[in-house]
């Protein structure tokens, strides 16, 4: 230990040898409060946020807090956040872990290489997925956790850089059972950013008078008399200044006339009193703090190195004076506005000079060096600029948005020329794109434009900022300016003209609106008039974005040559925007394996924005067009869920939650909401509302009619699984208007054959066909095969008797309404039914059992009940599930886990696939055994197999149900007489038994579009 004054206060709370300050004064219920997070050692993962002022005692709590924890047996890990490194993504976080660094290759792979690639310590191959990160994180600290319970310390949370913050978040918000304590000390009123979700908080007020004169009596010479009151009334019960201010008092009795006479914010105050007392100091020692204060925090050597002229004993008048505190770490300031004190009160030259050596000693960190270069240069220089421009670059490959853009607005701002400024606060608006932030990508984009007179990069900010209108919810002003963007750019800009309309057509289908349909479909036909690129790459790309503009308006009139130029973009392109267009466009033409392949190449070209887009490394593109990676995971949930891995959608729609776009967030929840009401999860029994806690979609008006659709759609089909049927089909019927109007284009289609389903149920058959009549008098001219295909399910179910068994062997002899699993067993049930009803026993016994795995792969359970209640009626012995009962006592959540589980599974496994800690899942287990009434993981098998559901995640390559596999009384599809119904479903029963895991490399069998 140094000869540290004692009342000094204790710095990093994580410091291993943290200083002993005096006891706390008059805080008597935040330490109770306090100290009960960590002793008795917490038997859960608790989270806490600590507000107050500077210098009103945070550090001074988190710090007796964190002695508490360590001698209760608890590990401490702590990070400070700093002002200087706000900018440089993710150095909180690697702060925080490296400690821990050296178990990170006991991870999962992929979250192992996402995070070490996230931290910038390997380059990962694949680009850093923020969700892989945080899960990373998550999955660490369990497992330390697991060892030693945890006690994090995220001091100064304000200055924390922001993508630490959206990792710490993160992992926050899915601590539940590791034993791990997360700690926040923050100032201001609001929290920092990302935990703004009602976590718990503690508001530290200024000490009370008696403790506040008690403080000041403990100081080593205490203010008496006039000086007392001055000090008592300045500092407002805010310990640090009452200490601080009391020592001024002590060397200049008269300073209390002063602060009479001048009044000061306490910051200001406080830092005057402190760089006060910094000038007094030696001009060698003043310049070793200065270089202190620059270099903290980067690494140690270079503090080591420039403090190596002055040894420890000359600074030991700084200590002296309570300025910094000296141990064999190196020199830490005893409170962040010491630091700041000392930075600013000497000259900016002096500042610029420490700033631009500790750049030189950074070669091996070109953006901390760019940083550091840039905060030495007054006014401009082109050259700096270049080099921020190239850590802006090199934080995007990271898949750090954010970093990227503030490099880039600083770069700007350092730029000489202006054209070149707006071109750089340009990309700054367009990278901004990316981080959801509506105000940030609007500020940008008008500085852009306000910085130039070029037409081009005046339109390309004008694109930008159409798209923060889209993210802040404002459509019709998006519309409005996008559209109008892209009637300006046609002539000169074609491709600014193209991408725009690209965003506009998105905004309009996303509407749903007759006349913004309108103004797009307006505009599009200018284009396709004057819009023309001179390049045939950009020829190739601006079709690509005109297919997606013509089938998002539902003006696509020739779907299979539209679908051959979409695999020719598919082949040809590489840059994430048009990839997700296009994909965007595949999926809307009911193409899900050719939307999957598209949007996944987008996703992985997003975060390795140099590979696809050709770029030299260093710089961001030029002419970058924005990508929003948030579109296409909502996209994918879409896809998955039609596609039948509805697992897989679940993850999707996690990691779309954490974009910051309420739009997206809001589709995030509507595609969780849609898989718990296909799967009968959702406690909708009643209303066919799923409730709240049940990720009840958060739809309002202005989100449009694609969201209200999808949510009216939802809403039916719990209604539905829940045997609701007056209330779903009353939630249906909202997806027409009387005349047969669709309230959305392309979604309400979607709903069609369940809404005819509830109709007949509901014993309401006339109004459904009279509606069901009303859409085909209104049908657009061209409909994708799946939309037929459930047009023509409709029909059969409403059909008169006479003519509804050929209609559902018509609807049925489409082979291609297998791609849609979940859809083709809606309607083999329906099929069998009627079938039953007709005697037709042994013809609705391989159908039943066809529906019935699907719906059990799907874990669809109402539908799957539905079926095994019709091959009951039908005479088969299914088995009698024995405890779905109990399975149903679990949460949606743990459900899952026990699936997964009794596959075999490990706890590792499962928190991989479900994003939650591996502790969580064995706690989760650990509490549905009792439920289950089962000792141990290895008797869940047999739980599920007596339920008659399939412990998989949804893929087709599930094995037989349990019933099928044990009491096999139904003949398996083998023995069904081909070609008698649906000689398809006998070919592709036959190729499934044959080939369980799939044809190698063969998808499907015959593709009328691509004519394979
Ligand atoms: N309740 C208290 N009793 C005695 N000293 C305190 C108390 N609260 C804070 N201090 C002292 O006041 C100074 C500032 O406190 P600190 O915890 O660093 O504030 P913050 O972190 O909120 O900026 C430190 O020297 C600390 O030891
Ligand atoms: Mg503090």
Request: proline share 6%; glycine share 8%; net charge neutral.
């Amino acid at each position: 230990m140094t000869g540290v004054t004692s009342r000094l206060p204790p710095g990093a709370a994580g410091g291993e040898d943290a200083d002993r300050p005096g006891p706390l004064i008059g805080r008597d219920a935040e330490i109770a409060r306090l100290r009960g997070l960590v002793e008795p050692i917490p038997r859960h993962s608790e989270v806490l946020i600590v507000f107050g002022e500077a210098g009103i005692g945070k550090s001074a709590l988190l710090a007796d807090t964190a002695r508490r924890a360590r001698s209760a047996g608890m590990r401490v890990l702590s990070v400070s956040g700093r002002e200087t490194e706000t900018a440089l993504g993710f150095t909180g976080l690697h702060q925080l872990l490296r400690p821990l660094l050296d178990r990170v290759d006991r991870l999962p792979n992929r979250q192992s290489s996402a995070l070490l690639g996230t931290l910038g310590l390997v380059e990962a191959p694949s680009g850093p997925s923020r969700l892989l990160a945080g899960i990373a994180v998550l999955t660490l600290l369990s497992d330390v956790a697991e060892e030693t319970p945890l006690l994090l310390v995220v001091e100064d949370a304000h200055w924390l850089d922001r993508s630490s913050l959206d990792a710490l978040a993160f992992t926050a918000s899915r601590l539940d059972s590791e034993q791990i304590v997360l700690l926040l000390g923050t100032r201001g009123a609001a929290p920092p950013r990302g935990f703004d979700r009602g976590f718990p908080e503690l508001q530290l007020r200024p000490l009370p008078d008696a403790a506040a004169g008690q403080l000041l009596d403990a100081q080593p010479s205490p203010p008496r008399g006039r000086g007392r009151r001055q000090v008592l009334d300045q500092a407002a019960g805010n310990p640090m200044a009452l200490i601080e201010l009391s020592k001024v008092i002590a060397t200049d009795p008269a300073a209390g006339r002063h602060w009479e006479l001048e009044p000061l914010p306490l910051t200001s105050r406080l830092t005057s009193a402190i760089a006060s007392r910094f000038t007094m100091l030696p001009a060698a020692v003043q310049r070793a703090l200065l270089i202190a204060a620059i270099a903290d925090g980067t690494n140690g050597d270079v503090a080591a190195m420039d403090l190596s002229g002055l040894g420890p004993e000359a600074l030991a008048s700084a200590e002296q004076l309570g300025l910094i505190t000296v141990d064999t770490t190196g020199v830490r300031f005893s409170h962040p506005l010491v630091r700041s004190a000392v930075y600013h009160s000497v000259p900016f030259a002096d500042r610029a000079a420490v700033h631009r050596q500790v750049a030189a000693a950074l070669h091996e960190q070109p953006e901390r060096r760019a940083w550091h270069l840039a905060t030495a240069t007054a006014g401009t220089d082109d050259q700096v600029a270049s080099l921020l421009e190239a850590a802006a670059a090199h934080a995007q490959r990271r898949g750090d948005a954010a970093a990227g853009v503030l490099a880039l607005e600083r770069a700007a701002e350092l730029t000489p020329g202006s054209d070149e400024r707006a071109r750089r606060l340009g990309a700054a608006a367009t990278a901004a794109i990316a981080t959801g932030d509506a105000n940030w990508i609007d500020d940008l984009a008008t500085r852009a434009a306000a910085a130039t007179r070029d037409p081009e990069l005046r339109v390309r900010a004008r694109r930008a900022a159409g798209w923060s209108l889209v993210w802040s919810n404002q459509q019709q002003a998006a519309l409005a300016a996008l559209t109008a963007v892209a009637a300006e750019a046609s002539a000169t800009f074609p491709m600014v003209a193209w991408e725009s309309l690209a965003v506009a057509a998105a905004v309009a289908y996303q509407s749903g609106d007759a006349d913004a349909l309108r103004v797009v479909a307006e505009r599009l036909h200018l284009l396709q008039q004057v819009a023309r690129p001179a390049e045939p790459a950009q020829q190739r790309d601006a079709d690509a974005l005109r297919l997606w503009i013509e089938v998002s308006i539902g003006r696509c009139h020739d779907q299979p040559r539209a679908l051959r130029r979409l695999a020719t973009v598919a082949e040809e392109t590489s840059a994430a925007h048009l990839l997700y267009r296009a994909g965007s466009a595949a999926w809307l033409l009911d193409e899900p394996e050719l939307a999957m392949d598209l949007l996944h190449r987008s996703r992985a070209t997003v975060r390795n924005p140099g590979q696809g887009t050709g770029a030299a490394a260093s710089q961001v593109p030029r002419n970058g067009a924005p990508s929003a990676g948030g579109g296409s995971l909502a996209a994918l949930g879409w896809v998955y869920i039609d596609a039948g891995r509805w697992d897989d959608a679940l993850s999707f729609a996690a990691e779309a939650d954490a974009f910051q776009a309420d739009i997206i967030s809001a589709t995030a929840g509507l595609i969780t909401a849609t898989v718990q009401a296909l799967r009968g999860e959702s406690s909708a029994s009643g209303s066919g509302v799923p409730a709240k806690g049940d990720a009840a979609p958060a739809v309002s008006p202005e989100h449009g009619r694609l969201l209200a659709a999808r949510a009216w759609h939802a809403q039916g089909i719990a209604a539905l699984s829940a045997g609701d049927y007056l209330t779903a089909y009353s939630q249906l019927r909202h997806l027409f208007a009387d005349d047969g109007t669709p309230l959305h284009h392309h979604v309400a289609y979607l709903g069609v054959a369940d809404l005819a389903a509830a109709s007949v149920r509901a014993e309401r058959q006339a109004d459904g066909r009279e509606i069901l009549e009303r859409v085909h008098a209104r049908l657009p001219d061209c409909l994708s095969s799946r939309v037929a295909q459930l047009l023509s399910r409709a029909r059969a179910i409403l059909a008169d008797p006479e003519s509804q068994g050929a209609e559902f062997d018509k609807a049925l002899a489409d082979c291609d309404g297998k791609r849609w699993p979940f859809e083709r067993a809606q309607l083999q049930l329906e099929y069998a039914e009627w079938l039953r009803r007709h005697r037709r026993i042994n013809e609705a016994k391989p159908i039943l059992s066809a529906a019935l795995e699907t719906f059990s792969e799907l874990r669809a359970r109402p539908w799957a009940q539905r079926s095994e209640a019709e091959l009951r009626a039908c005479g088969v012995a299914v088995q009698e599930s024995a405890v779905p009962d109990a399975l149903w006592k679990l949460t949606a959540q743990q459900r899952q886990i026990v699936y997964l589980a009794a596959r075999g599974h490990s706890n590792r496994d499962i928190a991989d696939r479900l994003f939650l800690s591996p502790r969580t899942v064995s706690s989760h287990l650990y509490r549905s055994f009792p439920k289950l009434g089962v000792a141990g993981r290895n008797q869940l098998r047999d739980v599920i197999d007596r339920a008659g559901q399939q412990p998989d995640a949804g893929t087709s390559r599930a094995k037989l149900p349990a019933w099928r596999a044990s009491a096999v009384k139904i003949p398996i599809p083998l023995a069904a007489q081909p070609g008698k119904h649906d000689p398809c479903d006998y070919l592709f029963h036959c190729v499934k038994q044959l080939h369980p895991h799939g044809v190698p490399g063969c998808r499907r069998v015959a593709d009328p579009v691509r004519g394979e």
